[in-house]
């Protein structure tokens, strides 16, 4: 089975323009991921995909290797598709390009899942983790999902799911991390299938996959993503860096 990492890489972001160059301890954010990445040896190779000739030329000079993108995409999952259409691959592991603290054993998880499927029963694989704060779980930008009792998703959503009517029903909200295991035949078929309501609405490209039919395995982590989405979140990570 060959597994693969893929970065996507945007240049423009609404709320941290170009987020993925800047300086974090001596390098920039998108190379200590990549390298991070790498340093996991849990892949056959690593790319980043990207739109930008600067991301492009930061990871090509400093000898990583990266593709650029050809066409405009709304999601992830495309640009990764694209970029991987015509590889010999059987799994593919989107790693976010703005989350520089790669943890190994997490990543580890979402590899075992495929090796354990011989029935190819899963389709996409990805990460999650119990939050408890109210402010947390009442944030939009914080995705929530709920699953069935072997772990399948059943919905993704930016509100409260479930909604709590009966505070002491003992449910406990678990935060969705980005990071996705696709078998690559799934990708595909994300690729050419057109977004539907519940994607458009939510603005949340694994609900396509739902939509659709696909099988997303959620595995519960303890370890939260740290991701740099605004300036003060990189003051954090070079902090962090420094402990």
């Known amino acids: 089975m060959k597994i693969i990492a893929v970065i996507p890489a945007r240049y423009a972001s609404t709320r941290f323009p170009a987020k993925l160059l800047q300086d974090l301890g001596g390098k ?3 190379l200590r991921t990549y390298e991070a990445a790498l340093a996991t040896n849990l892949f056959d190779d690593v790319f980043v995909v990207t739109d930008s000739d600067l991301i492009f030329n930061e990871i090509e000079s400093n000898g990583g290797k990266a593709i650029m993108s050809i066409k405009e995409h709304e999601s992830g999952s495309d640009r990764i598709a694209e970029a991987v ?3 010999d691959v059987d799994v593919v592991i989107n790693v976010q390009g703005d989350e520089p603290f790669i943890n190994k054993s997490a990543l580890s998880q ?7 499927d011989a029935d190819k029963k899963v389709d996409l694989a990805s990460l999650m983790f119990e939050i408890k704060d109210n402010e947390e779980i009442s944030n939009p930008n914080n995705v929530k ?3 069935d009792q ?3 998703a059943l919905y993704f959503s930016r509100s409260v799911i479930p909604f709590p009517r009966e505070e002491n029903a003992g449910v406990r909200y678990m935060k969705h991390i980005g990071i996705y295991a696709f078998r690559k035949t799934a990708l595909m078929d994300f690729y050419r299938l057109p977004m539907l309501s519940l994607e458009a609405s939510e603005k949340l490209e694994q609900l396509r996959y739902l939509e659709y039919g696909k099988r997303i395995r959620m595995i519960e982590t303890s370890h939260g993503s740290i991701g740099i989405d605004t300036p003060e979140d990189l003051e954090k990570a070079r902090l962090l860096l420094k402990s």
């Open 150 to 152: 072997q772990g399948f």
């Open 85 to 87: 259409e015509n590889m």
């Open 110 to 116: 979402l590899v075992e899942v495929f090796k354990n």
């Open 145 to 147: 999902v709920i699953i």
């Open 28 to 30: 920039t954010v998108i």
